[in-house]
């Protein structure tokens, strides 16, 4: 089992930036990689960023270049999400999720965090 911990959410203007924190624990030794996902208001839950082992990285369209993921160096105790240049279209619930392989580049979530809520606005 793994429990995963967001916090880092709140209110900012359009263009600010806003830096997510996962903090996972318990059997996190397995963990091979990690992503952010995010749930717009009557939307449905979205992939925004992954993080493989070895530092590989990938992310949605519509975040690339603003959104950075990352993770403590040769751990995966904490894993962040640097949001640069925030967009009203950015509001959302932000959840982190452990995620395991089941193909080519293909993934599965195995965990979810409970989320936090990131609004921009002015």
């Known amino acids: 089992q793994v429990q995963l911990v967001e916090s880092g959410g709140g209110l900012v203007q359009p263009g600010g930036s806003l830096r997510l924190s996962c903090a996972a624990s318990g059997s996190i030794f397995n963990i091979n990689a990690m992503a952010w996902y995010r749930q717009p208001p009557g939307k449905a839950r979205e992939f925004v960023a992954r993080?493989?082992?070895?530092?590989?990285?990938?992310y949605a369209d519509s975040v690339q270049g603003r959104f950075t993921i990352s993770k403590t160096n040769n751990a995966w105790n904490t894993v962040y999400l640097q949001m640069n240049n925030l967009k009203p279209e950015d509001t959302a619930v932000y959840y982190c999720s452990v995620q395991r392989p089941v193909g080519v580049l293909v993934w599965s979530t195995a965990y979810w965090g409970q989320g936090t809520q990131v609004t921009v606005s002015s």
């Open positions: 993080i493989r082992s070895g530092g590989i990285t990938n």
